[in-house]
């Protein structure tokens, strides 16, 4: 397995003669990468310090086209070789730099990152916040959308989606997966097993441990990866390279991959379900005698990440398609609730193990639509604010957290149905991510103003096909 480079050994391989092309990668806004080549010629140690410029000005959420002109600086340590170029190519994610000022980029979401785990620091509270994130994602053979004027339509397909089980136009073999019946039989049944081993071996090739893979409980090809978690910021980028990872391998065997939240009627969507610890003096402070095994730290974390669950949801599900998943009985939380074991409330505490060093509060909120940097700096600025402000998440949820009783629902919140409610509650709540300078003002308004215009909007005003089935003979 690759280990984390060194900036000596990345210069080794790009003047040796093992690598052919340089590839500098970054992440925009909303959390897609964006990449350019270089020659390993034009590549020299000074570049770590100097920076390369690039134009700014076409990444969505970024610079303007007067202010254009911006710097990456590439990360030593998050080098790898891509594992589908023809040409040998070192892949490096870079930070974002304001050449004029000489600082690291505000809107840079891998800056935002970076600056919560500093805050973490010198608020003493910890010196480490680990992550382990379990992405989910589809793997179809076939997707077809499109928008007009007239008419809009999307349609994906698999061939162990239990739709095709009466297919005559194909050789059908059976062993189509049933609606919520993928959690996780073998192969036959299970078509893509080899496939999730070679995304597991590549992950692994390029110095992500991992953990395990499975289906999920989708039909049409529903799966998992998880890795072992990390600090904060090399999980994300961690994440960043999986999805990457998961979607090469897809095309590789003709198939395409998506982690979109709810891309299927009638079945689970795909989550992020996010563990996290906070660790001093390479101590777990999350463990001890409380609830679950937790010490009063962890449940003061849990009462930052519930109080502030209805405004985080606006970086960890960004999407108008992340509320589709976010309804009952799909194994997905809708309410702002606690429990030990239990799968239908927004933090669960994982009782697999006793050991200290495993213990952790799992948020099953999130999706994989997130800008995994963004996402995970909200996060923790939410569990500092409780852990600061002793905040009590109340009495865990233990019951089935689809059914509360009277009393129980008196006592949470729901979260929110829509990415513009969430996002209009991030708006009455963010004074928590302004702490230590970790996200500024003008990083929440424009995430606000982004999301509001090119997703919000965009969806309001166009007709939805399920609108001629209800409307069209009134």
Not at 45 to 51: H, K, T
């Amino acid at each position: 397995m690759q280990v984390a480079m060194t900036q000596a050994e990345v210069m080794k391989l790009v003047k040796g003669d093992e690598v052919e092309i340089v590839d500098l990668r970054f992440i925009d806004f909303p959390g897609i990468w964006h990449h350019f080549s270089v020659s390993p010629r034009e590549f020299d140690e000074a570049i770590f310090q100097r920076g390369i410029g690039f134009d700014g000005s076409s990444i969505r959420g970024w610079q303007g086209i007067t202010e254009s002109d911006m710097i990456l600086k590439p990360i030593a340590e998050s080098a790898f070789i891509d594992p589908f170029c023809k040409h040998k190519t070192l892949a490096i994610v870079c930070a974002v730099f304001d050449p004029v000022t000489g600082q690291a980029y505000t809107r840079d979401p891998r800056n935002v990152a970076a600056k919560a785990e500093r805050y973490l620091r010198e608020s003493g509270i910890g010196d480490v916040c680990h992550i382990g994130p379990e992405a989910e994602f589809f793997i179809f053979d076939h997707v077809a959308f499109d928008q007009k004027e007239n008419g809009a339509y999307y349609e994906v397909d698999s061939s162990e989606g239990k739709w095709n089980s009466g297919a005559r136009d194909v050789p059908n073999l059976g062993y189509k997966v049933p609606i919520k019946g993928g959690y996780f039989p073998v192969p036959p049944m299970d078509q893509q097993q080899d496939l999730r081993s070679e995304i597991m071996l590549e992950m692994e090739r390029i110095g992500i441990q991992t953990e395990t893979h499975h289906h999920e409980v989708a039909t049409g090809g529903q799966g998992e990866i998880d890795f072992r978690f990390r600090p904060l910021v090399e999980a994300a980028d961690a994440l960043m390279k999986c999805k990457y990872i998961v979607k090469g391998c897809a095309a590789r065997y003709g198939k395409t991959a998506t982690f979109m939240p709810k891309p299927l009627f009638g079945d689970n969507g795909s989550g992020l379900h996010v563990n996290l610890s906070i660790w001093k003096d390479g101590k777990n402070l999350f463990a001890g005698n409380e609830y679950a095994g937790l010490s009063k730290t962890a449940l003061y974390a849990i009462g930052g990440i519930l109080q502030h669950t209805p405004a985080l949801l606006a970086f960890t599900n960004p999407t108008t398609n992340s509320y589709r998943r976010l309804i009952p009985n799909y194994e997905a939380p809708v309410n702002v609730t606690y429990s030990a074991r239990n799968r239908s409330v927004a933090i669960r505490v994982p009782m697999y193990s006793s050991s200290e060093n495993t213990k952790r509060i799992e948020l099953r909120t999130p999706d994989a639509s997130s800008n995994p940097y963004l996402a995970f700096a909200a996060i923790l600025m939410a569990a500092t604010d409780g852990i600061r402000n002793r905040i009590d998440p109340g009495k865990p949820i233990d019951g089935n957290g689809y059914e509360l009783s009277a009393a129980d629902r008196a006592r949470t919140i729901p979260i929110p149905k829509s990415l513009d409610g969430a996002l209009d509650a991030l708006r009455r709540d963010h004074t928590f991510l302004l702490e230590g300078g970790v996200f500024t003002q003008d990083v929440i308004d424009t995430w606000q103003a982004y999301k509001t215009a090119s997703e919000v909007d965009a969806i309001h005003v166009r007709p939805h096909p399920w609108e001629f089935a209800l409307y069209f003979d009134v």
